[in-house]
């Protein structure tokens, strides 16, 4: 871990929480609020969620399954959203979701007038919104979970479930 937390203190709710107030808990506000407020289905939720941890590299973020009412995307899918391009286990919205995510984190400046017609025919454009937001929320988080070594030494709150049991 690249910052110093007190020993028996979870690092990612340590950073988070405490130790910059002023900016964590608005921070990890946010962070909750698209998982609290989120419109978007469930697989495409977790399409653009899942590639963005896959990108940052973010241990904790692939590790855990967002759930909904007792319902999480299935055992693999994690593949399908690797594998998004040919994977038959995605449908649009999920495919153009991870594609969004993506392009979005790794060559923003690459989404052109093609691919906004593509999301517009699958996507409301307050959908968009919603995604785009939720995208720069798990950019950010994620990649300083990732840069900072939080995510390698966390215990995963209860409010998330693993993907274990699928």
């Known amino acids: 871990m690249i910052v110093d937390v007190p020993e028996g203190q979870d690092p990612i709710v ?3 929480g405490m130790m910059v107030p002023g900016i964590g808990p608005a921070a990890a506000s946010f962070a909750q609020a698209v998982y609290d407020h989120s419109t978007l289905g469930l697989r495409e939720f977790e399409a653009a969620r899942l590639r963005i941890a896959q990108i940052n590299g ?3 973020c692939q590790d855990w399954r ?3 009412d007792g319902v999480k995307v299935e055992d693999g899918f994690e ?3 690797t594998e998004w391009r040919t994977s038959a286990a995605l449908d649009d919205r999920a495919r153009l979701a991870a594609e969004y995510a ?3 984190a790794l060559d923003h400046h690459s989404l052109d007038e093609e691919f906004w017609t593509r999301m517009k025919a699958h996507y409301s454009d307050a959908e968009i919104v919603e995604l785009s937001m939720c995208l720069g929320s798990w950019l ?3 990649r300083l979970n990732r840069v900072l070594g939080l ?3 966390c215990v995963l709150p209860s409010h998330y479930s693993r993907r274990t049991g699928g």
């Open 14 to 16: 340590y950073v988070w």
């Open 58 to 60: 973010c241990l904790f």
């Open 66 to 68: 967002t759930e909904r």
């Open 79 to 81: 593949q399908a959203v």
């Open 102 to 104: 993506e392009r979005y």
């Open 140 to 142: 950010s988080f994620g």
């Open 151 to 153: 995510d390698t030494a």
